[in-house]
Protein backbone atom coordinates (compact mmCIF):
# COMPACT_ATOMS: atom_id res chain seq x y z
CA UNK A 1 0.00 0.00 0.00
CA UNK A 2 1.22 3.88 -0.77
CA UNK A 3 0.97 5.18 2.48
CA UNK A 4 2.43 8.66 1.64
CA UNK A 5 -0.19 9.12 -1.20
CA UNK A 6 -4.00 9.47 -0.42
CA UNK A 7 -6.67 11.80 -2.25
CA UNK A 8 -9.30 10.70 1.03
CA UNK A 9 -9.83 13.98 3.43
CA UNK A 10 -11.94 11.41 4.87
CA UNK A 11 -9.38 8.76 6.54
CA UNK A 12 -12.40 6.41 7.91
CA UNK A 13 -11.43 3.99 5.18
CA UNK A 14 -7.61 3.81 5.51
CA UNK A 15 -8.20 3.59 9.79
CA UNK A 16 -10.49 1.05 9.18
CA UNK A 17 -8.02 -1.74 7.49
CA UNK A 18 -7.01 -4.69 9.11
CA UNK A 19 -3.43 -4.55 9.93
CA UNK A 20 -1.27 -5.05 7.41
CA UNK A 21 0.73 -7.94 8.62
CA UNK A 22 -2.34 -10.05 8.42
CA UNK A 23 -2.77 -9.22 4.82
CA UNK A 24 -2.63 -11.79 2.30
CA UNK A 25 0.52 -11.89 0.06
CA UNK A 26 -0.44 -9.58 -2.87
CA UNK A 27 1.58 -10.16 -6.02
CA UNK A 28 1.37 -8.09 -9.52
CA UNK A 29 3.19 -10.64 -11.76
CA UNK A 30 1.65 -10.24 -15.25
CA UNK A 31 1.97 -6.17 -17.11
CA UNK A 32 -1.34 -6.17 -17.60
CA UNK A 33 -2.52 -5.77 -13.76
CA UNK A 34 0.50 -2.95 -13.00
CA UNK A 35 -1.01 0.62 -12.81
CA UNK A 36 -0.15 3.80 -12.50
CA UNK A 37 0.62 5.45 -8.37
CA UNK A 38 -2.83 7.46 -9.42
CA UNK A 39 -5.93 5.99 -10.37
CA UNK A 40 -9.25 6.71 -10.44
CA UNK A 41 -11.51 3.41 -11.67
CA UNK A 42 -14.65 5.37 -13.06
CA UNK A 43 -12.13 7.34 -15.53
CA UNK A 44 -10.10 4.38 -16.14
CA UNK A 45 -13.53 2.82 -17.68
CA UNK A 46 -16.03 5.21 -19.03
CA UNK A 47 -14.05 8.10 -19.70
CA UNK A 48 -11.37 5.95 -21.42
CA UNK A 49 -14.09 3.97 -23.17
CA UNK A 50 -15.88 7.53 -24.64
CA UNK A 51 -11.94 8.48 -25.66
CA UNK A 52 -11.59 5.29 -27.71
CA UNK A 53 -14.68 3.86 -28.86
CA UNK A 54 -16.59 7.15 -29.05
CA UNK A 55 -19.90 8.92 -26.76
CA UNK A 56 -22.13 6.96 -29.87
CA UNK A 57 -21.67 3.58 -29.03
CA UNK A 58 -24.10 1.95 -26.98
CA UNK A 59 -23.27 0.80 -23.76
CA UNK A 60 -26.82 0.01 -21.28
CA UNK A 61 -29.26 -1.35 -22.42
CA UNK A 62 -32.96 -2.22 -20.54
CA UNK A 63 -35.36 -5.22 -21.30
CA UNK A 64 -38.22 -2.38 -22.36
CA UNK A 65 -35.95 -1.13 -25.49
CA UNK A 66 -34.21 2.18 -23.76
CA UNK A 67 -30.75 2.36 -24.44
CA UNK A 68 -27.68 4.55 -22.97
CA UNK A 69 -24.73 5.40 -24.88
CA UNK A 70 -21.20 5.98 -23.62
CA UNK A 71 -21.19 9.20 -23.54
CA UNK A 72 -24.69 9.72 -21.64
CA UNK A 73 -23.70 6.92 -19.28
CA UNK A 74 -20.62 9.24 -18.73
CA UNK A 75 -22.87 12.61 -18.53
CA UNK A 76 -24.92 11.14 -16.71
CA UNK A 77 -22.04 9.77 -13.93
CA UNK A 78 -20.34 13.45 -14.04
CA UNK A 79 -23.69 15.27 -13.07
CA UNK A 80 -24.30 12.69 -10.60
CA UNK A 81 -20.40 12.96 -9.06
CA UNK A 82 -21.38 17.61 -9.11
CA UNK A 83 -24.44 16.29 -7.10
CA UNK A 84 -22.10 14.45 -4.39
CA UNK A 85 -19.95 17.23 -4.08
CA UNK A 86 -21.80 20.24 -4.42
CA UNK A 87 -25.13 19.50 -3.08
CA UNK A 88 -24.53 16.87 -0.57
CA UNK A 89 -21.04 17.70 0.59
CA UNK A 90 -19.30 14.52 -0.21
CA UNK A 91 -15.57 15.08 0.28
CA UNK A 92 -13.55 12.22 -1.02
CA UNK A 93 -13.42 9.13 1.27
CA UNK A 94 -16.91 9.50 2.19
CA UNK A 95 -19.36 5.78 2.19
CA UNK A 96 -22.55 6.42 0.03
CA UNK A 97 -24.62 3.68 0.38
CA UNK A 98 -26.40 2.81 -3.38
CA UNK A 99 -29.79 0.34 -3.10
CA UNK A 100 -31.38 -0.47 -6.24
CA UNK A 101 -31.68 -3.71 -8.29
CA UNK A 102 -29.96 -3.90 -11.75
CA UNK A 103 -30.12 -0.64 -14.08
CA UNK A 104 -28.41 1.66 -15.68
CA UNK A 105 -29.43 4.46 -13.01
CA UNK A 106 -27.70 2.25 -10.66
CA UNK A 107 -24.64 1.88 -12.51
CA UNK A 108 -24.19 5.61 -13.05
CA UNK A 109 -24.55 6.25 -9.21
CA UNK A 110 -21.23 3.92 -9.07
CA UNK A 111 -19.47 5.98 -11.30
CA UNK A 112 -20.82 8.62 -10.07
CA UNK A 113 -19.47 7.98 -6.65
CA UNK A 114 -15.94 7.09 -7.23
CA UNK A 115 -15.39 10.13 -9.92
CA UNK A 116 -16.13 11.96 -6.79
CA UNK A 117 -13.28 10.21 -4.55
CA UNK A 118 -16.53 8.96 -2.54
CA UNK A 119 -16.81 4.74 -1.76
CA UNK A 120 -19.51 3.14 -2.93
CA UNK A 121 -21.28 0.59 -0.74
CA UNK A 122 -23.70 -1.00 -2.55
CA UNK A 123 -25.91 -3.56 -1.30
CA UNK A 124 -29.40 -5.39 -2.21
CA UNK A 125 -32.62 -3.89 -2.61
CA UNK A 126 -34.49 -7.08 -1.40
CA UNK A 127 -32.49 -6.73 1.59
CA UNK A 128 -34.88 -5.34 5.12
CA UNK A 129 -34.47 -2.53 7.43
CA UNK A 130 -32.71 -5.77 9.63
CA UNK A 131 -30.62 -6.41 7.26
CA UNK A 132 -29.16 -3.22 6.08
CA UNK A 133 -28.85 -2.03 9.78
CA UNK A 134 -25.34 -3.24 10.43
CA UNK A 135 -23.86 -2.13 7.00
CA UNK A 136 -24.60 1.37 7.54
CA UNK A 137 -23.19 0.78 11.51
CA UNK A 138 -19.59 -1.22 10.13
CA UNK A 139 -19.00 1.22 7.18
CA UNK A 140 -20.41 4.75 8.43
CA UNK A 141 -22.39 5.38 5.49
CA UNK A 142 -22.92 9.23 5.39
CA UNK A 143 -25.04 9.38 2.05
CA UNK A 144 -27.40 7.14 0.11
CA UNK A 145 -28.53 7.01 -3.55
CA UNK A 146 -31.16 4.86 -3.41
CA UNK A 147 -33.91 3.88 -6.17
CA UNK A 148 -37.14 5.67 -5.39
CA UNK A 149 -39.56 1.58 -4.80
CA UNK A 150 -36.56 0.97 -2.27
CA UNK A 151 -36.29 3.88 -0.03
CA UNK A 152 -38.73 2.78 3.14
CA UNK A 153 -36.69 -0.16 4.46
CA UNK A 154 -33.33 1.98 3.84
CA UNK A 155 -34.56 5.06 6.05
CA UNK A 156 -36.27 2.57 8.56
CA UNK A 157 -32.66 0.98 8.85
CA UNK A 158 -30.90 4.61 9.17
CA UNK A 159 -32.21 6.63 12.22
CA UNK A 160 -28.99 7.37 13.93
CA UNK A 161 -27.22 6.84 11.07
CA UNK A 162 -28.19 8.09 8.03
CA UNK A 163 -30.97 11.46 8.34
CA UNK A 164 -33.74 11.40 5.43
CA UNK A 165 -31.82 14.39 4.06
CA UNK A 166 -29.24 11.71 3.47
CA UNK A 167 -30.94 9.82 1.29
CA UNK A 168 -31.57 10.70 -2.22
CA UNK A 169 -33.80 8.91 -4.35
CA UNK A 170 -33.75 8.38 -8.36
CA UNK A 171 -36.31 6.95 -10.77
CA UNK A 172 -35.07 3.64 -12.58
CA UNK A 173 -37.95 4.59 -14.66
CA UNK A 174 -35.81 7.39 -16.08
CA UNK A 175 -34.07 7.75 -19.00
CA UNK A 176 -31.16 9.27 -20.28
CA UNK A 177 -33.10 12.27 -21.27
CA UNK A 178 -35.91 14.39 -20.45
CA UNK A 179 -37.64 15.65 -17.11
CA UNK A 180 -36.36 13.29 -14.52
CA UNK A 181 -38.63 12.11 -12.09
CA UNK A 182 -36.41 11.06 -9.03
CA UNK A 183 -34.75 13.61 -6.51
CA UNK A 184 -31.43 13.06 -8.02
CA UNK A 185 -32.69 13.50 -11.53
CA UNK A 186 -33.78 16.52 -10.28
CA UNK A 187 -30.66 17.91 -8.61
CA UNK A 188 -28.70 16.83 -11.98
CA UNK A 189 -30.39 19.21 -14.19
CA UNK A 190 -28.82 22.27 -13.77
CA UNK A 191 -25.16 20.29 -13.21
CA UNK A 192 -22.51 20.23 -16.05
CA UNK A 193 -22.25 17.26 -18.44
CA UNK A 194 -18.23 17.29 -17.39
CA UNK A 195 -16.47 16.74 -14.33
CA UNK A 196 -12.04 16.89 -12.67
CA UNK A 197 -12.20 13.31 -11.65
CA UNK A 198 -10.64 13.34 -7.83
CA UNK A 199 -7.06 12.03 -8.67
CA UNK A 200 -7.47 9.41 -6.01
CA UNK A 201 -4.50 6.80 -5.16
CA UNK A 202 -4.63 3.34 -7.03
CA UNK A 203 -5.04 1.92 -3.92
CA UNK A 204 -7.20 4.28 -2.51
CA UNK A 205 -10.65 2.29 -1.44
CA UNK A 206 -13.13 2.69 -3.45
CA UNK A 207 -16.09 -0.37 -2.93
CA UNK A 208 -16.90 -1.60 0.75
CA UNK A 209 -18.63 -5.11 -0.76
CA UNK A 210 -20.69 -7.30 1.67
CA UNK A 211 -20.18 -10.88 1.27
CA UNK A 212 -23.37 -12.38 0.28
CA UNK A 213 -23.78 -13.66 3.72
CA UNK A 214 -24.23 -18.03 3.21
CA UNK A 215 -23.97 -18.26 6.70
CA UNK A 216 -25.28 -15.52 8.35
CA UNK A 217 -23.80 -12.03 8.91
CA UNK A 218 -22.37 -10.70 6.25
CA UNK A 219 -18.29 -9.56 6.16
CA UNK A 220 -17.43 -6.08 4.65
CA UNK A 221 -14.64 -6.45 2.07
CA UNK A 222 -12.64 -3.48 1.36
CA UNK A 223 -10.96 -3.32 -2.30
CA UNK A 224 -9.15 -0.51 -3.75
CA UNK A 225 -9.51 1.26 -7.34
CA UNK A 226 -6.76 -0.68 -8.91
CA UNK A 227 -8.66 -4.06 -7.52
CA UNK A 228 -11.86 -3.11 -9.69
CA UNK A 229 -9.58 -3.43 -12.79
CA UNK A 230 -7.83 -5.98 -11.75
CA UNK A 231 -10.22 -8.58 -12.30
CA UNK A 232 -11.22 -7.17 -15.56
CA UNK A 233 -7.47 -7.48 -16.39
CA UNK A 234 -7.20 -10.85 -15.57
CA UNK A 235 -10.20 -13.13 -15.77
CA UNK A 236 -12.14 -11.12 -18.52
CA UNK A 237 -9.05 -10.29 -20.56
CA UNK A 238 -7.54 -13.63 -20.78
CA UNK A 239 -10.19 -16.72 -20.16
CA UNK A 240 -13.34 -14.65 -20.78
CA UNK A 241 -11.65 -12.33 -24.03
CA UNK A 242 -15.03 -10.06 -24.67
CA UNK A 243 -14.11 -7.93 -28.20
CA UNK A 244 -16.32 -4.25 -28.51
CA UNK A 245 -19.44 -6.35 -30.42
CA UNK A 246 -20.65 -8.48 -27.45
CA UNK A 247 -23.60 -7.80 -25.85
CA UNK A 248 -23.58 -8.82 -22.19
CA UNK A 249 -26.15 -9.80 -19.53
CA UNK A 250 -26.78 -11.98 -16.44
CA UNK A 251 -29.03 -13.23 -13.49
CA UNK A 252 -26.57 -11.11 -10.57
CA UNK A 253 -26.79 -7.72 -9.31
CA UNK A 254 -24.50 -5.13 -9.40
CA UNK A 255 -25.04 -4.65 -5.94
CA UNK A 256 -22.44 -8.39 -5.74
CA UNK A 257 -19.08 -8.15 -6.84
CA UNK A 258 -19.94 -11.36 -9.30
CA UNK A 259 -22.79 -9.10 -11.00
CA UNK A 260 -20.49 -5.95 -10.67
CA UNK A 261 -18.03 -7.34 -13.18
CA UNK A 262 -20.06 -9.10 -15.29
CA UNK A 263 -22.46 -6.77 -15.78
CA UNK A 264 -20.50 -3.36 -16.17
CA UNK A 265 -16.93 -3.50 -15.47
CA UNK A 266 -15.95 -5.92 -18.28
CA UNK A 267 -18.20 -4.63 -20.96
CA UNK A 268 -17.08 -1.20 -20.33
CA UNK A 269 -13.50 -2.10 -20.02
CA UNK A 270 -13.86 -3.72 -23.32
CA UNK A 271 -16.13 -1.16 -25.02
CA UNK A 272 -19.35 -3.84 -25.11
CA UNK A 273 -22.55 -2.99 -24.22
CA UNK A 274 -24.84 -4.92 -21.81
CA UNK A 275 -28.53 -5.81 -20.91
CA UNK A 276 -29.32 -4.90 -17.17
CA UNK A 277 -32.25 -7.01 -15.71
CA UNK A 278 -33.97 -6.02 -12.66
CA UNK A 279 -35.41 -9.64 -12.33
CA UNK A 280 -35.90 -13.01 -14.70
CA UNK A 281 -36.66 -16.21 -13.99
CA UNK A 282 -34.17 -18.76 -16.17
CA UNK A 283 -36.57 -19.20 -19.04
CA UNK A 284 -37.66 -15.00 -18.88
CA UNK A 285 -33.64 -14.42 -19.30
CA UNK A 286 -33.00 -16.75 -21.97
CA UNK A 287 -36.11 -14.93 -23.62
CA UNK A 288 -34.64 -11.95 -23.03
CA UNK A 289 -30.99 -13.48 -24.47
CA UNK A 290 -32.71 -14.44 -27.71
CA UNK A 291 -34.38 -10.91 -28.10
CA UNK A 292 -31.66 -8.69 -27.87
CA UNK A 293 -28.95 -10.53 -29.07
CA UNK A 294 -26.78 -11.45 -26.01
CA UNK A 295 -23.47 -12.86 -26.83
CA UNK A 296 -21.91 -12.93 -22.87
CA UNK A 297 -24.05 -14.74 -20.51
CA UNK A 298 -23.69 -14.96 -16.80
CA UNK A 299 -25.48 -17.12 -14.76
CA UNK A 300 -25.97 -20.03 -12.36
CA UNK A 301 -25.59 -23.81 -13.22
CA UNK A 302 -29.03 -24.41 -12.08
CA UNK A 303 -30.52 -21.39 -14.46
CA UNK A 304 -29.10 -23.21 -17.40
CA UNK A 305 -30.27 -26.51 -16.54
CA UNK A 306 -33.41 -24.91 -15.99
CA UNK A 307 -33.58 -23.72 -19.45
CA UNK A 308 -32.62 -26.56 -20.78
CA UNK A 309 -35.26 -28.70 -18.84
CA UNK A 310 -38.07 -26.11 -19.74
CA UNK A 311 -36.75 -27.31 -23.56
CA UNK A 312 -35.61 -23.58 -24.51
CA UNK A 313 -32.22 -24.58 -25.01
CA UNK A 314 -32.92 -22.27 -28.58
CA UNK A 315 -33.35 -18.96 -27.21
CA UNK A 316 -28.93 -19.81 -26.37
CA UNK A 317 -28.08 -20.43 -29.99
CA UNK A 318 -26.86 -16.76 -30.30
CA UNK A 319 -24.57 -16.91 -27.02
CA UNK A 320 -20.56 -16.99 -28.12
CA UNK A 321 -19.79 -16.80 -23.92
CA UNK A 322 -21.73 -18.96 -20.97
CA UNK A 323 -19.70 -18.14 -18.00
CA UNK A 324 -21.47 -20.41 -15.17
CA UNK A 325 -20.70 -19.11 -11.38
CA UNK A 326 -21.72 -18.92 -7.76
CA UNK A 327 -22.13 -22.83 -7.14
CA UNK A 328 -20.53 -25.91 -8.36
CA UNK A 329 -20.62 -26.99 -11.70
CA UNK A 330 -21.23 -30.74 -12.18
CA UNK A 331 -19.69 -32.54 -14.58
CA UNK A 332 -23.28 -34.37 -15.59
CA UNK A 333 -24.70 -30.54 -16.29
CA UNK A 334 -22.19 -29.27 -17.93
CA UNK A 335 -22.45 -32.43 -20.79
CA UNK A 336 -25.75 -31.48 -20.27
CA UNK A 337 -25.60 -27.91 -21.27
CA UNK A 338 -23.49 -28.81 -24.05
CA UNK A 339 -25.44 -31.67 -25.77
CA UNK A 340 -28.12 -29.62 -25.80
CA UNK A 341 -26.77 -26.25 -26.49
CA UNK A 342 -23.76 -26.45 -27.96
CA UNK A 343 -22.35 -24.14 -25.51
CA UNK A 344 -19.03 -25.20 -23.34
CA UNK A 345 -19.88 -23.56 -20.18
CA UNK A 346 -16.64 -21.43 -18.45
CA UNK A 347 -17.15 -22.51 -14.87
CA UNK A 348 -15.17 -20.09 -12.24
CA UNK A 349 -14.87 -19.97 -8.67
CA UNK A 350 -14.35 -16.61 -7.14
CA UNK A 351 -15.09 -14.77 -4.43
CA UNK A 352 -16.51 -11.43 -2.30
CA UNK A 353 -12.76 -11.08 -0.94
CA UNK A 354 -10.81 -11.77 -4.09
CA UNK A 355 -13.62 -9.77 -6.03
CA UNK A 356 -14.33 -11.92 -8.78
CA UNK A 357 -12.69 -15.27 -10.99
CA UNK A 358 -9.74 -16.55 -10.18
CA UNK A 359 -10.13 -20.45 -11.06
CA UNK A 360 -11.59 -20.82 -14.32
CA UNK A 361 -10.74 -22.26 -17.89
CA UNK A 362 -12.68 -21.73 -21.43
CA UNK A 363 -12.58 -23.36 -24.76
CA UNK A 364 -10.06 -26.04 -25.58
CA UNK A 365 -8.75 -25.89 -21.79
CA UNK A 366 -11.74 -27.21 -19.89
CA UNK A 367 -11.99 -30.40 -18.79
CA UNK A 368 -15.80 -30.99 -17.60
CA UNK A 369 -16.07 -31.25 -14.06
CA UNK A 370 -13.12 -29.42 -13.19
CA UNK A 371 -12.91 -25.65 -11.90
CA UNK A 372 -10.37 -24.74 -14.39
CA UNK A 373 -6.85 -23.60 -14.23
CA UNK A 374 -5.58 -20.22 -11.69
CA UNK A 375 -5.95 -17.18 -13.81
CA UNK A 376 -3.04 -15.45 -15.40
CA UNK A 377 -2.00 -13.72 -12.48
CA UNK A 378 -2.76 -15.64 -9.85
CA UNK A 379 -1.44 -18.87 -8.46
CA UNK A 380 -3.21 -21.40 -5.97
CA UNK A 381 -2.35 -24.43 -4.18
CA UNK A 382 -3.86 -26.95 -1.69
CA UNK A 383 -2.93 -26.24 2.10
CA UNK A 384 -3.19 -29.17 5.02
CA UNK A 385 -5.13 -28.48 8.66
CA UNK A 386 -1.84 -26.67 9.32
CA UNK A 387 -1.07 -24.76 6.21
CA UNK A 388 1.45 -27.08 4.43
CA UNK A 389 1.10 -27.13 0.60
CA UNK A 390 -0.24 -30.83 -0.08
CA UNK A 391 0.68 -33.06 -3.47
CA UNK A 392 -1.32 -33.49 -6.50
CA UNK A 393 -4.24 -36.02 -5.71
CA UNK A 394 -4.49 -34.82 -1.97
CA UNK A 395 -7.97 -33.41 -0.38
CA UNK A 396 -7.29 -30.17 1.20
CA UNK A 397 -8.03 -26.47 1.52
CA UNK A 398 -7.98 -23.80 -1.23
CA UNK A 399 -5.07 -21.18 -0.87
CA UNK A 400 -4.58 -18.67 -3.32
CA UNK A 401 -2.37 -15.18 -3.83
CA UNK A 402 -2.69 -12.61 -6.81
CA UNK A 403 -3.12 -9.35 -7.16
CA UNK A 404 -6.17 -8.92 -5.11
CA UNK A 405 -6.93 -10.24 -1.37
CA UNK A 406 -8.66 -10.37 1.70
CA UNK A 407 -9.18 -7.30 3.93
CA UNK A 408 -12.02 -7.34 5.76
CA UNK A 409 -13.32 -3.23 7.77
CA UNK A 410 -11.99 -3.48 10.75
CA UNK A 411 -9.98 -6.47 10.23
CA UNK A 412 -13.37 -8.88 11.61
CA UNK A 413 -12.29 -12.35 11.23
CA UNK A 414 -9.44 -11.81 9.16
CA UNK A 415 -7.39 -14.31 10.39
CA UNK A 416 -10.05 -16.78 9.18
CA UNK A 417 -9.43 -16.27 6.01
CA UNK A 418 -5.62 -15.62 5.73
CA UNK A 419 -3.36 -18.16 6.53
CA UNK A 420 0.28 -17.98 6.20
CA UNK A 421 -0.32 -15.02 3.62
CA UNK A 422 -2.63 -17.25 1.52
CA UNK A 423 -6.41 -16.92 0.78
CA UNK A 424 -8.46 -19.53 2.08
CA UNK A 425 -11.20 -19.80 0.83
CA UNK A 426 -13.34 -22.29 2.70
CA UNK A 427 -13.52 -24.80 0.07
CA UNK A 428 -12.28 -28.68 -0.32
CA UNK A 429 -10.16 -29.20 -3.47
CA UNK A 430 -7.72 -32.01 -4.95
CA UNK A 431 -5.60 -30.75 -7.43
CA UNK A 432 -4.46 -33.04 -10.47
CA UNK A 433 -0.99 -33.24 -12.31
CA UNK A 434 -1.90 -31.11 -14.91
CA UNK A 435 -2.68 -27.94 -12.38
CA UNK A 436 -6.42 -28.21 -12.97
CA UNK A 437 -8.19 -28.32 -9.30
CA UNK A 438 -11.12 -30.16 -8.72
CA UNK A 439 -14.19 -28.57 -6.01
CA UNK A 440 -14.86 -31.23 -3.47
CA UNK A 441 -17.16 -29.56 -1.21
CA UNK A 442 -17.53 -26.10 1.29
CA UNK A 443 -14.96 -27.36 3.80
CA UNK A 444 -17.87 -27.19 5.95
CA UNK A 445 -20.11 -29.54 3.87
CA UNK A 446 -17.61 -32.34 4.52
CA UNK A 447 -19.78 -35.43 5.29
CA UNK A 448 -17.65 -37.48 7.96
CA UNK A 449 -20.29 -40.91 7.80
CA UNK A 450 -18.88 -44.07 9.16
CA UNK A 451 -15.46 -43.46 8.49
CA UNK A 452 -15.83 -42.13 4.96
CA UNK A 453 -15.55 -38.47 3.50
CA UNK A 454 -18.33 -37.82 1.33
CA UNK A 455 -18.52 -35.02 -0.54
CA UNK A 456 -21.87 -33.00 -0.79
CA UNK A 457 -22.01 -31.81 -3.98
CA UNK A 458 -21.15 -35.41 -5.20
CA UNK A 459 -24.12 -36.65 -3.89
CA UNK A 460 -26.09 -33.46 -5.69
CA UNK A 461 -24.24 -34.37 -8.76
CA UNK A 462 -25.71 -37.98 -8.76
CA UNK A 463 -29.08 -36.00 -7.93
CA UNK A 464 -29.17 -33.83 -10.60
CA UNK A 465 -28.61 -36.94 -13.41
CA UNK A 466 -32.61 -38.49 -12.27
CA UNK A 467 -35.10 -37.05 -14.94
CA UNK A 468 -37.33 -36.07 -11.70
CA UNK A 469 -34.79 -33.71 -9.99
CA UNK A 470 -35.09 -29.56 -10.46
CA UNK A 471 -32.08 -29.29 -7.89
CA UNK A 472 -31.30 -31.09 -4.69
CA UNK A 473 -29.02 -29.73 -1.46
CA UNK A 474 -27.21 -31.90 0.76
CA UNK A 475 -26.30 -31.74 4.11
CA UNK A 476 -25.22 -33.81 7.11
CA UNK A 477 -26.72 -34.84 9.87
CA UNK A 478 -25.30 -35.59 13.36
CA UNK A 479 -26.25 -39.48 14.50
CA UNK A 480 -25.38 -41.41 17.00
CA UNK A 481 -24.39 -44.68 15.11
CA UNK A 482 -22.03 -43.20 12.31
CA UNK A 483 -21.39 -39.66 13.01
CA UNK A 484 -23.07 -38.20 10.32
CA UNK A 485 -25.57 -39.31 7.85
CA UNK A 486 -26.14 -38.11 4.21
CA UNK A 487 -29.59 -36.03 4.03
CA UNK A 488 -31.24 -34.08 0.41
CA UNK A 489 -33.42 -31.83 -0.52
CA UNK A 490 -34.81 -31.94 -2.97
CA UNK A 491 -37.01 -30.08 -5.49
CA UNK A 492 -38.92 -32.31 -7.84
CA UNK A 493 -40.44 -31.11 -11.56
CA UNK A 494 -43.86 -30.03 -11.62
CA UNK A 495 -46.46 -32.79 -11.76
CA UNK A 496 -43.95 -35.19 -10.18
CA UNK A 497 -45.19 -36.70 -6.36
CA UNK A 498 -42.67 -36.51 -3.54
CA UNK A 499 -43.31 -40.28 -1.78
CA UNK A 500 -41.96 -42.57 0.05
CA UNK A 501 -41.85 -44.82 -3.71
CA UNK A 502 -40.40 -41.37 -5.46
CA UNK A 503 -37.40 -41.46 -2.27
CA UNK A 504 -36.46 -44.85 -2.95
CA UNK A 505 -36.37 -44.54 -6.36
CA UNK A 506 -34.22 -41.72 -5.95
CA UNK A 507 -32.02 -43.47 -3.06
CA UNK A 508 -32.11 -46.39 -5.80
CA UNK A 509 -30.62 -44.15 -8.36
CA UNK A 510 -27.74 -42.61 -6.44
CA UNK A 511 -26.71 -46.10 -4.82
CA UNK A 512 -26.06 -47.01 -9.02
CA UNK A 513 -24.46 -43.73 -10.11
CA UNK A 514 -21.18 -43.42 -7.41
CA UNK A 515 -20.39 -46.18 -4.59
CA UNK A 516 -23.37 -47.14 -2.85
CA UNK A 517 -22.55 -45.45 0.56
CA UNK A 518 -23.17 -42.09 0.12
CA UNK A 519 -26.27 -42.25 -0.94
CA UNK A 520 -28.45 -40.28 1.05
CA UNK A 521 -30.54 -41.35 3.90
CA UNK A 522 -32.66 -39.32 4.01
CA UNK A 523 -34.41 -37.40 1.55
CA UNK A 524 -36.63 -34.44 2.26
CA UNK A 525 -39.05 -33.24 -0.46
CA UNK A 526 -39.05 -29.41 -0.74
CA UNK A 527 -40.66 -26.54 -3.27
CA UNK A 528 -37.77 -24.56 -3.42
CA UNK A 529 -34.29 -24.54 -1.60
CA UNK A 530 -33.14 -21.40 0.36
CA UNK A 531 -31.02 -19.07 -1.34
CA UNK A 532 -29.45 -15.37 -0.42
CA UNK A 533 -30.30 -12.72 -2.76
CA UNK A 534 -27.03 -13.72 -5.01
CA UNK A 535 -28.92 -16.72 -5.42
CA UNK A 536 -26.30 -18.75 -3.64
CA UNK A 537 -27.52 -22.03 -1.63
CA UNK A 538 -27.90 -21.24 1.90
CA UNK A 539 -27.31 -24.71 3.41
CA UNK A 540 -26.84 -23.63 7.21
CA UNK A 541 -30.95 -22.86 6.66
CA UNK A 542 -31.68 -26.19 5.88
CA UNK A 543 -29.27 -26.97 8.33
CA UNK A 544 -31.39 -25.44 11.06
CA UNK A 545 -34.62 -27.47 9.86
CA UNK A 546 -32.96 -30.36 11.17
CA UNK A 547 -32.34 -28.31 14.37
CA UNK A 548 -28.29 -29.05 13.70
Not at 142 to 155: G, H, I, P, S
Not at 304 to 313: D, P, Q
Not at 359 to 376: L, W
Not at 477 to 505: Q, T
Request: proline share 6%; hydrophobic share 40%.
Amino acid sequence: MNAGRSAHVDTFARDSLPAQESWPTIEFTIDDVRYPRDLNAATALIDAAVAEHGPDRVCLRTPDGRSWSYGEVLAGANRIAHVLEQDLGLVPGNRVVLRGPNSPWMAMCWFGVLKAGGIAVSTMHVLRAAELAPVLEATEAQLALCDERFVDDLAAAAPGILPADRIVSFSAADGPGGEAAGDLGRLMADKPATHTDVETAADDVALFAPTSGTTGKPKITVHFHRDILVNADTFARHVLKPVPDDLFTGSPPLAFTFGLGGLLVFPIRFGASSLLVERATPVELAELVDEFGVTVLFTAPTAYRAIVRAEKAELLRGVRRAVSAGEHLPESVWHEIRDATGLRLIDGIGSTELLHIFISAADDDIRPGSTGRPVPGYRATILDDDGHELPPGELGRLGVIGPTGCRYLHGDRQGNYVSQGWNVTGDTFRRDEDGYFWYEARSDSMIVSSGYNIGAPEVEEALAGHRDVVESAVIGKPDVDRGSIVVAFVVLREGVAGDDAKRRELQDFVKQTIAPYKYPREIHFAESLPRNPSGKLQHFKLRERLGG
